[in-house]
């Protein structure tokens, strides 16, 4: 019995099923590698670490007596204090003298992975401290992430805190406030600091291209 030659154009075709067939219908989508997700990968993933993008921080004007435009008052376990909130830092920051004031109140921190931007634009990825405490402010209890980068001495509120509260800033008014109730407003801390018993001042050391920015802390009657 004779067999019908088969088409060429068929046989094309059947050749493109057969790739299509024994290729892995899966690949990583962040570099490529097939047969394995992205959560899997071995390339796009390190064991037992968590990666975050930290932005770039705020520089301020080391010559201005005035605090920074944006300094919001709150409380941490029982003590009031002034931090800067920026809109533009995407994680909340603990420097060298908080980070101690935490350990002597029993907070623990664990390892984490972060990757962020130094000052002349090049990404660099490295090894800091996490831990969430409670921070309260004006009637609210919000959990935060606190990262604590190595050398880096200031505070700094970033964007996960801002939206955990509802904070809206409004920088040009000179005022913030809760994304509820935007008829009530709160006004921003602002004094000289010649008016101010300071108690921690921190600016950032650029040397290594670390963005600058300041951290005022005082006590309050």
């Given at each position: 019995m004779?067999t019908?030659?088969?088409?060429p154009l068929?046989?094309?075709?059947?050749?493109?099923?057969?790739e299509l067939?024994?290729?892995?219908?899966?690949?990583?989508?962040g570099?490529?590698t097939?047969?394995?997700?992205?959560?899997k990968?071995?390339?796009c993933?390190?064991?037992?670490e968590?990666e975050?993008?930290v932005?770039?921080?705020?520089?301020?004007n080391?010559?201005?007596d005035?605090y920074?435009s944006s300094?919001?008052?709150?409380?941490?376990?029982g003590?009031k204090?002034?931090v800067?909130a920026?809109?533009?830092?995407s994680h909340?920051?603990a420097?060298e003298k908080?980070f101690?004031?935490l350990?002597e109140?029993?907070?623990?921190?664990?390892n984490k992975?972060i990757?962020?931007m130094?000052a002349?634009?090049i990404?660099q990825?490295i090894t800091?401290?996490?831990?969430?405490?409670?921070l309260?402010?004006?009637?609210?209890?919000?959990?935060?992430?606190?990262l604590?980068?190595p050398e880096?001495?200031g505070?700094?509120?970033?964007?996960?805190?801002?939206?955990?509260?509802g904070?809206?800033?409004?920088v040009?008014g000179?005022k913030?406030?809760?994304?509820?109730?935007p008829r009530?407003q709160?006004?921003f801390?602002?004094k000289?600091?010649?008016d101010l018993?300071?108690?921690?001042?921190w600016c950032?050391?650029?040397?290594?291209?670390?963005?600058?920015?300041l951290?005022?802390?005082?006590q309050y009657?």
């Amino acid at each position: 019995m004779k067999t019908t030659p088969q088409d060429p154009l068929e046989q094309c075709l059947d050749s493109q099923v057969l790739e299509l067939k024994e290729e892995s219908p899966y690949r990583c989508y962040g570099c490529g590698t097939p047969g394995v997700v992205k959560s899997k990968c071995p390339t796009c993933t390190r064991t037992n670490e968590l990666e975050t993008e930290v932005n770039c921080m705020t520089l301020f004007n080391l010559n201005s007596d005035l605090y920074p435009s944006s300094v919001i008052v709150l409380k941490i376990f029982g003590e009031k204090i002034a931090v800067c909130a920026d809109t533009g830092a995407s994680h909340t920051i603990a420097g060298e003298k908080l980070f101690k004031f935490l350990q002597e109140h029993g907070i623990t921190f664990t390892n984490k992975v972060i990757s962020f931007m130094m000052a002349d634009g090049i990404r660099q990825t490295i090894t800091a401290l996490r831990t969430v405490v409670d921070l309260y402010i004006e009637g609210k209890v919000i959990p935060t992430e606190f990262l604590v980068l190595p050398e880096a001495k200031g505070n700094l509120l970033g964007l996960d805190f801002l939206n955990a509260a509802g904070i809206v800033l409004d920088v040009q008014g000179g005022k913030w406030h809760f994304s509820e109730n935007p008829r009530k407003q709160y006004i921003f801390f602002k004094k000289t600091l010649k008016d101010l018993n300071i108690n921690a001042l921190w600016c950032g050391s650029t040397e290594k291209g670390y963005h600058t920015h300041l951290r005022y802390r005082k006590q309050y009657e």
